[in-house]
């Protein structure tokens, strides 16, 4: 028998056992109610975070002496008097390395739901595929934590990841259901001016987000973003309710703090033309101080003591942390890469935002650098023939009304220079045969130069909307020997400015009687296009010239700037050209932009044509034409038969 020492030792060993079991039953539960160590977010990933090598440039261990912007950023996240972070950052300065960090201290040091908000679902699932799920994986701490892929429960699919103590959750911002349900303690908002203005009809996305919060006394939000347009970007509202922190360096001469700005950069690089294509060549860029004036190279700025330093300090008060960040401090972009990108940019619209967005980190506005009606008109100039010299092709773009059409013939030369030559209208009904024989003799006409040597009108397109669809159709057909299309105007941003034609019916009493070829083109780029050009100042390339002639007067530019770029925001596509007041005649707008469509459709070898033009007119190439032609082998002589030919005027390449 078992002695009484025994007994009780067997007893302590089986309530050992007991307590043991105990332990390992709600060491999961307890794991997610344990306090966080004492560790800011900076320090967590320093000590737990590697970067994974498919979205990272140096993948490894997470250093943040390599963005020492982020640091404070990151740290705000740890600090109870901060409930809310704002940064709105160009590209590649590892904005989205902020929230990274965040999500993964969270998930190891200070448990609790996540609402991860992106623009779009499909942006949400990319986001999980090539950034949260490569981060859980190469983290060990992470990968303990979250629930398998490969498990057979729900716990970790695309857009959800569970883990002791929380949940992950993704979605679009147009995702009502999801923003408007269940209590959750920490809300990330990426690309947030990108989002849905509305989550179906619920209202704001982000409002709907943090209504979520309400019941967390210790709930935290982030949203980053590269900013957009200024007075609609919702990165900058939120930016301007909070410390208003900018990252500024020390200039080595002077030692005064200042952010480095597009400003203050400045630039030396060669242009070298190639194939009609201008490239830039950007050979030095240094920093000018704006305190001093003194010079420093982008080495010696990015090593310099910086700080941030805020104009709103009392935000934080009210728990809210917001910081603003270019892309001249970032590790990975060289400066001459930015002056390249922004040199390539100029004189496009579209392109040259994407520039003040993504590298300056600045938000983009119409400076209102386009002249007004009397401007234009003042650069009127006297043509010395009806051709001036530089016009190498010319187009037609024609109106169609219920009572005339309205025409312009557009001269065209190298790199976008355009020329206007003659604008005028045809009065009747567009199913007279006396329009169409009026329109004929502008088509049919040779435009002379100085010297004699005349061109004729290359392509013509006309619009085909309003109440004469199939009388233009037809007209159309009948003129396909002079290149006379008619074209479909297709509104929104999206759209390519010269689709390829495609056969259309011609119909008459509901039945088809013949088809002619249509061209679809994107007025909307095409009016950007056209106001890019207008802001050119000087003589060359993309420069608009305009004769001193009645029919360019006041009325003809008044139409020409009959439109502008407005955004409205309840819109699907919210960037959409309307008429000014005052401004209701659109027509020179769109003759244009009919006319530089022709343009493009045609696909013109311009140093060929340039050739062949000095050529009839018994002249040399010279410059890059005449290197071009110095460059062509001779070609074979061939013994023909002599045989008439035109010389008075240049029409058919």
């Known amino acids: 028998m078992m002695n009484e020492e025994q007994r009780r030792l067997e007893e302590s060993r089986q309530a050992a056992i007991r307590v043991e079991n105990l332990n390992q039953a709600i060491a999961k539960a307890l794991a997610g109610a344990r306090p966080p160590e004492d560790y800011t977010v900076s320090q967590w990933a320093e000590k737990k975070r590697r970067l994974s090598p498919e979205t990272n440039a140096e993948p490894g261990p997470w250093r943040t002496s390599r963005t020492p912007y982020l640091r404070e950023p990151m740290d705000a996240f740890t600090d109870p008097k901060v409930r809310h972070i704002v940064m709105v950052a160009a590209s590649q300065v590892g904005k989205s390395e902020l929230i990274n960090n965040i ?157 480095i700005s597009w400003e203050d950069i400045k630039y030396d690089y060669d242009e070298t033309e190639v194939n009609e294509k201008v490239t830039y060549t950007v050979k030095k860029a240094w920093y000018v101080c704006p305190d001093c004036g003194c010079v420093s190279d982008e080495i010696t700025m990015k090593r310099q003591p910086a700080r941030w330093e805020a104009d709103n300090p009392a935000a934080l008060e009210e728990g809210t942390r917001s910081f603003w960040l270019n892309a001249f401090v970032s590790q990975w972009v060289e400066w001459k890469t930015i002056v390249k990108k922004y040199l390539a940019a100029k004189g496009d619209t579209r392109k040259m935002q994407v520039v003040y967005n993504t590298c300056f980190g600045q938000l983009w506005e119409d400076r209102g650098d386009l002249e007004d009606e009397d401007g234009l008109l003042a650069r009127r100039e006297e043509y010395s023939a009806e051709l001036p010299e530089g016009v190498l092709v010319l187009t037609c773009g024609v109106d169609t009304q219920d009572d005339r059409l309205e025409y312009e013939v557009l001269g065209h030369g190298k790199f976008g220079e355009t020329w206007g030559i003659k604008k005028g209208e045809i009065l009747g009904r567009p199913d007279s045969d006396a329009v169409w024989a009026a329109l004929d003799e502008i088509i049919d006409r040779v435009y002379r130069f100085e010297d004699g040597i005349g061109l004729k009108i290359s392509m013509t397109f006309v619009d085909e909307g309003g109440h004469f669809t199939m009388d233009v159709r037809s007209r159309c057909r009948e003129r396909i020997g002079k290149k006379v299309f008619c074209i479909k105007g297709m509104a929104g941003p999206n759209r390519p400015y010269v689709a390829p034609p495609k056969k259309q019916n011609i119909m008459s009493n509901g039945r088809p009687v013949g088809s002619c070829w249509q061209y679809q083109i994107g007025v909307d780029s095409g009016k950007q296009i056209i106001m890019d050009n207008l802001r050119e100042k000087r003589y060359g390339p993309k420069y608009c010239h305009f004769p001193l002639r009645e029919d360019y007067g006041h009325r003809y530019f008044t139409g020409l700037l009959s439109e502008r770029l407005v955004y409205m925001e309840n819109k699907r596509q919210p960037w959409v050209w309307e008429k000014i007041p005052g401004h209701e005649r659109n027509e020179p707008l769109d003759i244009r932009n009919y006319a530089m469509a022709a343009f493009k459709a045609l696909s013109v070898d311009m140093d060929a044509v340039e050739m062949r033009l000095l050529a009839s007119k018994g002249r040399k190439p010279t410059g890059a034409v005449a290197t071009a032609v110095s460059a062509t082998p001779a070609p074979r002589q061939i013994t023909r038969p002599p045989r008439q030919r035109l010389t008075d005027f240049y029409d058919d390449w």
């Open 103 to 259: 999500i993964g201290y969270i998930i190891d040091e200070d448990p609790g739901s996540i609402l991860f908000v992106h623009p779009t679902t499909i942006d949400a699932k990319d986001y999980s595929k090539l950034r949260v799920a490569p981060m859980i994986r190469d983290c060990p701490v992470l990968r303990r934590k979250v629930v398998s892929p490969k498990s057979r429960d729900s716990g970790n699919t695309i857009l959800q990841k569970t883990y002791p103590g929380g949940i992950l959750t993704m979605c679009g911002s147009t995702e009502a259901h999801n923003l408007a349900s269940k209590p959750i303690r920490y809300v990330m908002g990426d690309e947030r001016d990108r989002w849905a203005r509305s989550a179906g009809k619920e209202g704001d996305p982000w409002e709907l987000a943090m209504a979520r919060q309400t019941t967390f006394w210790n709930a935290k939000s982030v949203q980053v973003s590269t900013p957009t347009v200024k007075g609609a970007s919702a990165i900058e509202d939120a930016y301007n309710t909070g410390t208003m922190e900018r990252w500024k360096s020390q200039c080595p001469h002077c030692g005064a703090f200042n952010e």
